[in-house]
C-alpha cells in the first residue's frame, strides 16, 4: 500500500525528497530500478544534490598511506555522547596502481591526485570515477623543475580548472637560468591546456604546497618582486584567471610569513605557523578579504611532535590535526589533545598532502 502510495507521487516531490539524501544513498537507490537509475544519474539531479548539500559539512578525509594507497576516513558524529566515529577505507580503481604520491586538493567532490609518474587524475572517492589529466606539451621537465597544482570550480563558466604553478630549478646547472613561474590552466570540461602570462610574484618556497581553494579562488604564499620580495597571499580568482593580493593579518612579519602555511578550515582561508615544538598559531580569515576579520586562536599537540597540520574544525572547539602523520584532536575549551580512534587506519605517507572533500554523484568524466 505504501509503495502504491509514494508511485503516486508528482514526480518532482520524488526528487526533491531524493537530492536531500546523502551521495551513498542514492548512489544505493539506483538499484531500485531502471527508472530510478535513470532518474538518479541525471546531470540536472546531481547538480541539484550537490548545491542542496553544499551547505553540510565535509566530513570526509582522503590521504596516501605509506604503502601509497589511497584511503578515506569517514566521520560520524554521535550526538548522544558527543563523541566521533571514524572509519577508514581503502579506494581501489579499475586498471590503477597504488603508486600515489600526493593529493594536491578537492572541490564539489572530486579530489586531485598525483602519481608517482606525475600524471594526475580527477577522482570521486564516492563513486570511485576517475578521470586521466592529458600531459600538456609545454610542462616543465621533471627532474629539472618544481609544480604546485589547484583545483577549483568556475562557476561563470560552469568548468574545473587544474591550475599548475611551476618553475626550473635554477641551482640545477643543467637547467634554464629562468626565474619565471609558469601558469598553466587545464580546463576540464572543454579538455584543453593553456599557458597564461607567468605569475608577478616569485613562487619559490621552502615546501612546496597546493593551492588553497577559498571563495572561488586558489591561494599560494609568494614573494612580491615589486615590494622588496616582501610576503604576500596571492589568490588566482578562477572566474577570470587573474592574481590578485588577499590581505595578511597586520601584526604578521611582511618579511618572512612566505614560510608559514594556508589551510582552509570551514570554508574561511586560515594561515598558521610553528611558535614551539608542539604548538602552532592558526590565523582564521572570517570574512573574506577584510584585513580586520583575522583571528587567531593556539592550537597544541604531543611534546614530541615535529609537525602540526591543522585538517578540519570538528566543532567550534575540537581541530582534527596531523600530528607527524598520527591524526589527533585538540579540544581548544579544555586545553588537551586526544589520539583519534580510527577503525582501519593505516600509516600516513609523509609530505605527501590530505584533503577534506564532500561526498558527491559528479562524474569527472561528464558524461
Not at 100 to 122: H, Q, R, T
Not at 249 to 261: A, C, E, Q, R, Y
Not at 315 to 322: F, G, K
Request: with cysteine; net charge negative; charged share 20%.
Amino acid at each position: 500500500m505504501a509503495l502504491s502510495k509514494a508511485e503516486k507521487l508528482p514526480q518532482e516531490i520524488i526528487v526533491d525528497i531524493l537530492s536531500r539524501l546523502p551521495a551513498k544513498s542514492i548512489g544505493q537507490f539506483r538499484c531500485i530500478s531502471k527508472q530510478w537509475c535513470s532518474l538518479l544519474s541525471d546531470p540536472q539531479f546531481i547538480s541539484a544534490q550537490l548545491t542542496i548539500n553544499s551547505h553540510k559539512e565535509e566530513e570526509n578525509l582522503i590521504l596516501v598511506s605509506d604503502s601509497h594507497s589511497l584511503h578515506t576516513i569517514t566521520f560520524n558524529h554521535n550526538p548522544q555522547n558527543g563523541t566521533i566515529d571514524a572509519i577508514s577505507r581503502k579506494l581501489s580503481f579499475q586498471q590503477l596502481e597504488d603508486n600515489w604520491v600526493s593529493v594536491a586538493g578537492s572541490c564539489n567532490g572530486f579530489v586531485l591526485v598525483v602519481n608517482d609518474e606525475e600524471i594526475k587524475f580527477l577522482i570521486n572517492p564516492t563513486t570511485l570515477g576517475y578521470f586521466e589529466i592529458p600531459q600538456f606539451d609545454l610542462a616543465l621537465p621533471v627532474p629539472g623543475s618544481f609544480s604546485m597544482y589547484g583545483l577549483g570550480y568556475d562557476v561563470v563558466s560552469g568548468d574545473y580548472k587544474v591550475v599548475t604553478l611551476s618553475y626550473y630549478d635554477t641551482d640545477n646547472e643543467y637547467e634554464p637560468d629562468i626565474d619565471y613561474t609558469f601558469v598553466d590552466v587545464y580546463y576540464v570540461r572543454k579538455d584543453i591546456w593553456r599557458r597564461l602570462e607567468s605569475s608577478p610574484y616569485d613562487h619559490v618556497v621552502p615546501q612546496l604546497a597546493s593551492g588553497v581553494l577559498v571563495n572561488g579562488a586558489l591561494h599560494w604564499l609568494a614573494s612580491s618582486k615589486t615590494s622588496g620580495y616582501s610576503s604576500v597571499i596571492v589568490a588566482f580568482d578562477l572566474s577570470d584567471d587573474k592574481f590578485l593580493e588577499v590581505p595578511a593579518p597586520s601584526t604578521l612579519d611582511k618579511g618572512n610569513f612566505v614560510f608559514n602555511k594556508l589551510v582552509a578550515l570551514r570554508g574561511c582561508l586560515c594561515m598558521f605557523t610553528n611558535t614551539d615544538e608542539d604548538e602552532i598559531d592558526v590565523w582564521m580569515m572570517k570574512d573574506y578579504g577584510v584585513e580586520e576579520s583575522w583571528t587567531k586562536f593556539v592550537v597544541k599537540g604531543p611534546d614530541s611532535v615535529t609537525d602540526l597540520i591543522p585538517l578540519c574544525l570538528m566543532s567550534e572547539d575540537d581541530v582534527l590535526l596531523d600530528a607527524d602523520g598520527e591524526l589527533i584532536v585538540y579540544s581548544m575549551r579544555e586545553d588537551r589533545w586526544r589520539n583519534m580512534m580510527v577503525d582501519g587506519i593505516p600509516t600516513m605517507c609523509e609530505n605527501a598532502g590530505t584533503a577534506i572533500f564532500r561526498e558527491s554523484l559528479v562524474s569527472p568524466t561528464f558524461g
